[in-house]
């Protein structure tokens, strides 16, 4: 069974960074595709991102295009989300997920997930 563990959000102010960190138990990280998701209060759940087992290939939701990258160690067994230029509109719960065969920008392309970290964006 893989557990993810997310880190590093919290409260920041408009213009700040924030890299969120989600560690992964077991072997299946480095072989699969890992994604980041948010949901803001009363909203649905949102892909923010997506990067493949080897780092080849990454997609990034068009919200936050240019601002947030994802990357990952697959010695560390952990993935990262490094997020910049922050707005209000970008506070949400962020949730990492992993594939197991299958990745992308849907929620269902993933069979585990962590259990969030709330990151939260003053103006």
């Known amino acids: 069974q893989v557990q993810l563990v997310e880190s590093g959000g919290g409260l920041v102010q408009t213009g700040d960074s924030l890299r969120l960190s989600c560690v992964a138990s077991?072997?299946?990280?480095?072989?699969?595709?890992m994604g980041w998701f948010r949901q803001a209060p009363g909203e649905e759940r949102e892909f923010v991102g997506a990067?493949?087992?080897?780092?080849?290939?990454?997609y990034y939701g068009d919200s936050v295009k240019g601002r947030f990258t994802i990357s990952r160690d697959n010695a560390r067994n952990t993935g990262y989300l490094q997020m910049n230029s922050l707005k209000p509109e970008d506070t949400a719960v962020y949730y990492c997920?992993?594939?197991?065969?299958?990745?992308?920008?849907?929620?269902?392309?993933?069979?585990?997930w962590g259990q969030g970290t709330q990151v939260t964006v003053s103006s």
């Open positions: 997920a992993l594939g197991a065969g299958r990745w992308g920008m849907n929620g269902d392309d993933y069979k585990y």
């Open positions: 077991g072997r299946a990280f480095s072989g699969n595709g």
């Open positions: 990067i493949s087992w080897d780092s080849g290939s990454t």
